[in-house]
T-cell receptor, first 114, second 115 residues
Framework: GAGVSQTPSNKVTEKGKYVELRCDPISGHTALYWYRQSLGQGPEFLIYFQGTGAADDSGLPNDRFFAVRPEGSVSTLKIQRTERGDSAVYLC????????????FGPGTRLTVL | QKEVEQDPGPLSVPEGAIVSLNCTYSNSAFQYFMWYRQYSRKGPELLMYTYSSGNKEDGRFTAQVDKSSKYISLFIRDSQPSDSATYLCAMIGGYSGAGSYQLTFGKGTKLSVIP
């Protein structure tokens, strides 16, 4: 595809439920990032993948958050036991190379936890 | 104090005006500087990317970096209603052990260009 795609575009869930958010990167991009953007704030880093491995997960807020990229392409962000404070837009960005400074963002998944 | 400070606005200007958007930062390790534009309910779109101090021009957009003052700017000439969006500054530090090159963003400035 031409750009980064994310599904679903919107997700409404109840407190305590489990959710999965998907990111399809630009073809050939090896670096993949997840960010979280709360209302009125800039995106904040969550986790970085280089290929299949999570090279930097220092931004994950707690162990309820987990992400995978099993084949080095599509990535899934998983949130267990969701809380109302998890409500935000979750953005995926990819870059052509490791250390590639030009990151291209997807449209995001808007998560609402009721 | 956050690593990157950006006035959230909102900023409202008439069509054709020159717009000046600014960010300050505290981490001297930041080496790469970007400006992203974000329309409502869309992902950020990369506008400008600079490495060194100085100016970089691309059409109606000029990015300025002053590393000695830890201050970056984006100028938009002949602003158009289609420029109405939130503008986010973002920075990347030097190589870290994890080598992640993650972006650190400002809050974003909401700009409205009035016809």
């Amino acid at each position: 595809g031409a750009g980064v795609s994310q599904t679903p575009s919107n997700k409404v869930t109840e407190k305590g439920k489990y959710v999965e958010l998907r990111c399809d990167p630009i073809s050939g991009h090896t670096a993949l990032y997840w960010y979280r953007q709360s209302l009125g704030q800039g995106p904040e880093f969550l986790i970085y993948f280089q290929g299949t491995g999570a090279a930097d997960d220092s931004g994950l807020p707690n162990d309820r958050f987990f992400a995978v990229r099993p084949e080095g392409s599509v990535s899934t962000l998983k949130i267990q036991r969701t809380e109302r404070g998890d409500s935000a837009v979750y953005l995926c960005a990819t870059a052509r190379l490791a250390g590639g400074n030009e990151q291209f963002f997807g449209p995001g998944t808007r998560l609402t936890v009721l | 104090q956050k690593e990157v400070e950006q006035d959230p606005g909102p900023l409202s200007v008439p069509e054709g005006a020159i717009v000046s958007l600014n960010c300050t930062y505290s981490n001297s390790a930041f080496q790469y500087f970007m400006w992203y534009r974000q329309y409502s309910r869309k992902g950020p779109e990369l506008l400008m990317y600079t490495y060194s101090s100085g100016n970089k021009e691309d059409g109606r957009f000029t990015a300025q970096v002053d590393k000695s003052s830890k201050y970056i700017s984006l100028f938009i000439r002949d602003s158009q209603p289609s420029d109405s969006a939130t503008y986010l500054c973002a920075m990347i530090g030097g190589y870290s052990g994890a080598g992640s090159y993650q972006l650190t963003f400002g809050k974003g400035t909401k700009l409205s260009v009035i016809p």
